[in-house]
Every structure is written in C-alpha cells, then in structure tokens.
C-alpha cells in the first residue's frame, strides 16, 4: 500500500527484432519518450539503452522508467489514446517486453 512520500515506478524493458531497422528502431525510441510530454499523468521519465558489462540482459536492448504518482495515474496512462497508439506502433518491432511497478522505498 502506497503512502504519500511513495511514487509508482513504472519499469518497461524491450527486446527488440533482429531485423529492426535503425530508423524504425529511432521512431519507436522518439515516440516512446514523446509520451511524456503527451499525457500528463507521467510526473517524470527516463530511458537509456543497456550498457552493462555482465551478460544478464537476456537480449533486453532497452529500459524505459515511468513515475506517476499514484496507481491511478499509472492506471490512466495504460489506457490512454497515446499510450495504445505507442504500443501499436511498436508492436511490429517488439521481441519481447518486460513490465514490472514497483512503490518506491
């Protein structure tokens, strides 16, 4: 159960295609980290690409981590028009995913 200093973190890791083309691989990128700035239920965002050294990302090319504030929020970004039209675009591209929320410690 949340309290008020905790905020739901959203983790979101992506497996892509073998054969993903850079430019579409770049305009899934884009439009994933476009959604910030089109659904205002996202209180912050960050993603990067993995650079770890130990061989434990089991193909995983790319973390995305979503904040809201509360599960309502998280609830509101999962149905929203942008959010599906992101995963539709995606989709084609999409290996695999990985979603996990966690509260904050």
């Given at each position: 159960?949340?309290?008020?200093n905790k905020l ?34 996202i209180k912050s ?61």
């Open positions: 159960m949340a309290n008020s739901l973190r959203h983790v979101v890791l992506l497996k892509f295609k073998d054969d993903t083309k850079s430019n579409d691989l770049k305009n899934v990128e884009d439009a994933f980290c476009e959604l910030e700035n089109k659904i205002s239920c965002f960050e993603c990067g690409q993995n650079v770890s050294k130990e061989g434990l990302s089991q193909g995983f090319t790319h973390c995305y981590l979503l904040t809201f504030r509360n599960e309502q929020d998280r609830d509101e970004y999962l149905v929203h028009p942008e959010h599906k039209a992101f995963v539709k675009l995606l989709t084609p591209y999409k290996e695999k995913g990985l979603v996990i929320d966690y509260w904050n410690a």
